[in-house]
């Protein structure tokens, strides 16, 4: 069989973790419409008859300005080094910008080979699509796919060009795996994204979530007990919202998405803590798993 890790790289917000999503066939991997949703590498496995792709989505690679920032770009580095293959994604809707050749120029230095996706096709005019194809087409990679990942179109054409980059190999994980990732992270990244659609401005850069506990308790209600940490005291005004709305809507959305997930009542315990500058302090974004 075929098997390999893939790097899914790209500027911000062009779709890579709905790409992902769309791919392994369900949520590995959070999605919002801010800029610098994903923090981590989340693996996402695909295995079809014949082939294993361990999906590595990334941070969107941009301009740091904090240490945080910085911290991602050394992700998306450091899994680029460990690809078999690359899936670079561009946004249809979005002339190729400086960003984008910047992770083009790159990509062909390293060498690896590359399948380049054209994505959000459902916004865009086939005249727009046909032209960034034709654009990113000068800079000879291996394959070009266009796709929409939210409606989950043209996906297939997208792990048959992979079929054919990837080497011989075994595959890693165990059939039906869908992510490597632990259940608390999956968790935390769920309360996050619940928050983020819901914040505005810079506020959602500002928000880190960790769960510190979860347990099973009597009658097979698990409790989950998270902290949301932001940076200023005025923030947490924000999270916690008007009469406690945000905290309260927020928080019942994620809970009803890991209920789904666990298939047992869950009570989420939400704490918010102000840990000044966190984004700016290195030994911080440690201590939060970042
Ligand atoms: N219409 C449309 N929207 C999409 C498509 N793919 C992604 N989106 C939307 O674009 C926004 C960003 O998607 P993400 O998957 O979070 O983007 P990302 O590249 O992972 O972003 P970062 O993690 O911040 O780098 C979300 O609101 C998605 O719903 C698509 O094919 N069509
Ligand atoms: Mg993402």
Same mark, same amino acid.
Request: charged letters at 25%.
């Given at each position: ?9 790209? $500027? ?24 610098? %949703?994903?923090?981590?590498?989340? $693996?996402?496995?695909?295995? +079809? ?39 670079? +994604?561009?946004?249809? %809707? ?17 060498? %690896? ?109 698990? $409790? ?5 940490? +932001? ?34 009542? +869950? ?24």
């Amino acid at each position: 069989m075929r098997s390999g890790f893939v790097s899914v790289v790209g $500027r911000p917000n062009v779709g890579k973790s709905t790409l992902v999503n769309a791919l392994v066939g369900t949520k590995v991997a959070i999605t919002s419409p801010r800029p610098q %949703t994903t923090r981590n590498t989340v $693996r996402g496995i695909v295995t +079809v008859p014949g082939m294993q792709v361990v999906l590595v989505d990334t941070p969107g690679l941009h301009r740091p300005r904090t240490a945080l920032g910085e911290r991602l770009n050394r992700l998306v580095e450091g899994s680029l080094a460990e690809a078999d293959a690359v899936l670079f +994604v561009l946004d249809a %809707t979005q002339e190729i910008g400086p960003g984008d050749r910047l992770i083009a120029g790159r990509l062909a230095e390293a060498g %690896t080979p590359t399948v380049v996706v054209s994505n959000k096709t459902d916004l865009a005019g086939a005249d727009r699509i046909t032209l960034q194809l034709a654009e990113a087409g000068e800079w000879d990679f291996a394959a070009y796919v266009p796709a929409s990942a939210l409606l989950a179109e043209n996906t297939a054409p997208i792990l048959a060009e992979l079929e054919a980059l990837l080497p011989e190999g075994p595959a890693f994980f165990p059939e039906g795996t869908p992510t490597d990732q632990p259940e608390e992270l999956l968790f935390a990244e769920l309360v996050r994204e619940k928050f983020l659609s819901r914040l505005r401005d810079e506020l959602p850069h500002s928000l880190a979530v960790v769960v510190d506990d979860v347990e099973e308790q009597d009658h097979g209600v698990v $409790r989950i007990s998270a902290r949301l940490v +932001v940076e200023r005291d005025s923030q947490k005004g924000i999270v916690i919202g008007k009469g406690g709305a945000v905290l309260r809507d927020a928080g019942a959305e994620a809970r009803r998405e890991i209920e789904a997930l666990l298939g047992a009542r +869950v009570f989420l315990d939400l704490r918010v803590k102000v840990e000044k500058d966190w984004q700016q302090r290195p030994g911080m974004i440690e201590r939060l798993g970042l």
